[in-house]
């Protein structure tokens, strides 16, 4: 038999654990919780910084202008990858039509328009990573 210490739920138990293959130990009642001091913060070990990164040019990043006044953005609802553009600049699009399917966990997503209108202007391509709030287009 092994004496270990587990902590379940915020719960320190001590728990006594027989191998199995060997001779068979005589059952042991659940012993009670034993209570612990709070665990103590500690700060993390000091970690050499990281080199400096240089910016890939093999994929474009989508453009960091805002919206004009008069333009509304479909933005990204979440990170992920574009899989595919469904307009493209002088399109006419309908409130709920899909203007760019997004894969985010291995699950394709559609980004439908807020309103009628025309598309002005594609901020992104296929094969490009954007990040939550991103502005994949700009609807007039």
Same mark, same amino acid.
């Given at each position: 038999?092994?004496?270990?210490?587990?902590?379940?739920?915020?719960?320190?138990?001590?728990?006594?654990?027989?191998?199995? *293959?060997?001779? =068979?130990?005589?059952? $042991?009642?659940?012993?009670? %919780? /034993?209570? @612990?001091?709070?665990? &103590? +913060?500690?700060?993390?070990?000091?970690?050499?910084?990281?080199?400096?990164?240089?910016?890939?040019?093999?994929?474009?990043?989508?453009?960091?202008?805002?919206?004009?006044?008069?333009?509304?953005?479909?933005?990204?609802?979440?990170? *992920?990858?574009? =899989?595919?553009?469904? $307009?493209?600049?002088?399109? %006419? /699009?309908? @409130?709920?039509?899909? &203007? +760019?399917?997004?894969?985010?966990?291995?699950?394709?997503?559609?980004?439908?328009?807020?309103?009628?209108?025309?598309?002005?202007?594609?901020?992104?391509?296929?094969?490009?990573?954007?990040?939550?709030?991103?502005?994949?287009?700009?609807?007039?």
């Amino acid at each position: 038999m092994k004496r270990f210490r587990v902590t379940v739920n915020g719960k320190i138990y001590e728990v006594l654990v027989e191998e199995v *293959g060997g001779t =068979v130990a005589a059952p $042991v009642a659940a012993p009670a %919780p /034993v209570l @612990a001091a709070p665990p &103590v +913060a500690t700060p993390p070990p000091a970690r050499p910084a990281d080199p400096p990164r240089t910016p890939s040019p093999a994929r474009p990043a989508a453009r960091e202008a805002p919206a004009p006044p008069d333009m509304e953005a479909v933005r990204a609802p979440l990170p *992920g990858l574009v =899989v595919e553009i469904k $307009v493209k600049p002088g399109d %006419p /699009v309908r @409130a709920g039509q899909v &203007v +760019a399917v997004l894969e985010a966990m291995k699950m394709e997503n559609e980004i439908v328009a807020p309103r009628d209108g025309t598309v002005a202007e594609v901020r992104t391509t296929k094969g490009v990573n954007v990040n939550l709030g991103d502005i994949l287009v700009l609807i007039k």
